[in-house]
């Protein structure tokens, strides 16, 4: 179910109804469950995935949280990060790499037929597998308590608006706002409707047009100049942007019409005034999880500096570019 489908058109406006006219102790089972159909109408055998990757990041979370000894707390983070990172290549990656060995081997005359899974990528999964790694490892860290109830986890893992295109949000964040009983204001009315209307704009009226004429372009360079080619990479970059962040910004407002307040993704990326500027204003969330749980992680303040400095930050990029897509 795309944002800008007829579809959601009709779902949002009705989870939005019931929502505000449920009591506070049914709210969260009932986001749940519009959550879950909403994860469904791509593929309703991934929902699979989901739940296995909620109840083992669930389970793992109450005993790193319960125990005292570090050995167990570090099998449980572990087992974690493998069940979350196997799904995702296997889902993600497994065609793509299999693929490539057969290809090499085939080049230097090996006549091997690599496996290949042949599966539609579900939905998401990039998303809420990053944030259920970062809400297992904050707990791991002593920065979060392990949520005791499976229900609102759930809906961490599976809230409709951000699951597709993120943002990627943090459990200290967003948990405690699907928890409480948020007050809806004129403001929040106000910003949310008008981010809805901003993101439609962005995707359908500005993304979806230059799409026509940068996918005509992209089809057959060739038949073009180099003026008409350099213009096409242009709108190709604020097709993309305007895609992708419209998606978000009707992400964001639809959370706020139900009082959550999810966090920004972009800061005016064409304004970035060097590569630098433009890394902290593009896809932001993305950027802060990759230098909090990857990098900080592998380059710590003792360590940082030298080799270990720049193989973190190749090693940062080099899954930066596997989780955009791999090929």
Known sequence: MLFNSLEFLIFFPIVLIIYHQLSFRFRGIFLLLTSYYFYMSWNPAYIVLILASTLIDYYSALKIGHSDKKQIKKFYLILSIIVNLGLLFTFKYFDFFSGSIQITANGLGFDWET??????????ISFYTFQTMSYTIDVYKGRFKPEKNIIYFALYVSYFPQLVAGPIERAKKLLPQLKRENQITIEDVYFGLNKIAWGFFK????ADNLAVYVDSVYGEPGLYSGVTLFMASFF?????????????DIAIGCARL???KLSENFNRPFLATSITDFWRRWHITLSNWLRDYVYALMCSKKKKGGWINYSSLLITFILCGLWHGAA
């Open 203 to 206: 995707k359908v009226v500005v």
């Open 115 to 124: 496996p290949m899974l042949n599966v539609l990528l579900p939905v998401g």
């Open 258 to 260: 139900m009082g959550v």
């Open 236 to 248: 190709f970059f604020v097709q993309l942007y305007c895609d992708f962040s419209g998606y978000v």
